[in-house]
């Protein structure tokens, strides 16, 4: 199995910024994709930025030019830098990972248990 823990959330000023990091283990062969999803309350979770294994990312055109998604391979982890957030950034924050525990297994989604990140106007 592959845990993933998140840090980095809380309460911030709108303009103001949050690093969020995000730290896989357990059993891993490897690691593909990583990346941040977001939920609102009463609202689907929904992907804010992806990072594959070589580096390629993806953002949400929301946050596009204001958060920037980054990972350290070699210590399994994940970053997300959010800049000027706005109120509507409030959500908490689900960090995710295709992973393989091994040679012979399928990849499959981990998530971690999220951490809230609330940007007040």
């Known amino acids: 199995q592959v845990q993933l823990v998140e840090s980095g959330g809380g309460l911030v000023q709108a303009g103001g910024s949050l690093r969020l990091s995000c730290a896989a283990s357990?059993?891993?062969?490897?690691?593909?994709?990583m990346g941040w999803y977001r939920q609102a309350p009463g609202k689907q979770r929904d992907l804010v930025a992806g990072i594959t294994g070589i580096g390629s990312t993806n953002y949400a055109d929301s946050v596009k030019g204001r958060f920037t998604i980054s990972r350290d391979n070699a210590k399994n982890t994940v970053y997300l830098q959010m800049n000027s957030l706005k109120p509507e950034d409030t959500a908490a924050y689900y960090c995710?990972?295709?992973?393989?525990?091994?040679?012979?297994?399928?990849?499959?989604?981990?998530w971690g248990q999220g951490t809230q990140v609330t940007v007040s106007s």
């Open positions: 995710n990972a295709v992973a393989r525990t091994s040679a012979w297994s399928r990849p499959r989604d981990y």
């Open positions: 357990g059993t891993i062969f490897t690691i593909n994709a």
